[in-house]
C-alpha cells in the first residue's frame, strides 16, 4: 500500500515558467511534509517542508501549498531555472511513522 | 557535505562475495536508517534503527543484514546478492525515528552485482 501518492513523474517546464509538483497522503497521523530535491549521483537533500498547522509555505522560489482536508500538499517551483532540473521526492512522516516517500518526479527545466 | 558519510561509493561485487557498506553521521542523530533506490523505484526504506535498536525491517530478504554498534555508525553486510540487488543504497540519519524531523541523507553506494 503506498501512503503517498506523487505526479507527475515526470514534467518538462520552459525556463521561467511554474513546475507543479502534487502529492496526496493517506495517513492523517502524519504531520511532517517534506520536499526533497536529488542530483544525479547525489543523495536527497531537504528542500522545504510544512507542518499541517499552516497552509502554504514559501522559501524564495519554492513553495509548499498544503490542503489538510484534502490530505494533498504540492510544491511550486516558481521562474522554475535549469539549475533545478533533478528528481523531487514529497515525503511524509508522524504518528509513528517513519519517513515515507513518493516515488519521485523527474523536472526538466529547458533553457 | 551532509554530515553522512558512505563507503565505499562504488562497489562491484560477485554473487558469491561478502562485502560492507558502511555509514557514519557526525550530526548527534539518534536515528539511522538504509534505503534502497532503484531506476524507476522510489525509494524503499529498508531498516531503521532508533537508539541503536532496529525498530524496522521492511520484509528485506536475509542476504542483506544490518549492524548498528553505536548511534553514530551503520553498516549493511551484503552475501549472496543477485543482480537484481544492483542499485544505489542510500544512508540517513535523523534525530529520531518517529518524529517529524529532516533526515540528512549521505552520497550513496552505486552496487552492482554481477
Known amino acids: 500500500q503506498q501512503q503517498v501518492k506523487q505526479s507527475p513523474q515526470s514534467l518538462i517546464v520552459q525556463k521561467g515558467g511554474i513546475s507543479i509538483i502534487n502529492c496526496a497522503y493517506e495517513n492523517t497521523a502524519f504531520d511532517y511534509f517534506p520536499w526533497y530535491q536529488q542530483f544525479p549521483g547525489k543523495g536527497p537533500a531537504l528542500l522545504i517542508a510544512i507542518r499541517p498547522d499552516v497552509s502554504e509555505k514559501k522559501e524564495g522560489r519554492f513553495t509548499i501549498s498544503f490542503n489538510k482536508s484534502a490530505k494533498q500538499f504540492s510544491l511550486h517551483i516558481m521562474d522554475s531555472q535549469p539549475g533545478d532540473s533533478a528528481t523531487y521526492f514529497c515525503a511524509a512522516s508522524g504518528g509513528y511513522s517513519t519517513l515515507t516517500f513518493g516515488k519521485g518526479t523527474m523536472l526538466l527545466v529547458s533553457p | 557535505e551532509t554530515g553522512v558519510t558512505q563507503t565505499p561509493r562504488h562497489l562491484v561485487m560477485g554473487m558469491t562475495n561478502k562485502k560492507s557498506l558502511k555509514c557514519e553521521q557526525h550530526l548527534g542523530h539518534n536515528a539511522m536508517y538504509w534505503y534502497k533506490q532503484s531506476a524507476k523505484k522510489p525509494l524503499e526504506l529498508m531498516f531503521v534503527?532508533?537508539?541503536?535498536?532496529?525498530?524496522e525491517n521492511n520484509s528485506v530478504p536475509s542476504r542483506f543484514s544490518p549492524e548498528c554498534p553505536n548511534s553514530s555508525h551503520l553498516f549493511l553486510h551484503l552475501h549472496t546478492l543477485q543482480p537484481e540487488d544492483s542499485a544505489l543504497y542510500l544512508c540517513a540519519s535523523s534525530q529520531e525515528a518517529t518524529r517529524g524531523t529532516e533526515a540528512f541523507f549521505g552520497q550513496g553506494t552505486r552496487l552492482t552485482v554481477v
Open positions: 534503527y532508533n537508539f541503536k535498536e532496529q525498530t
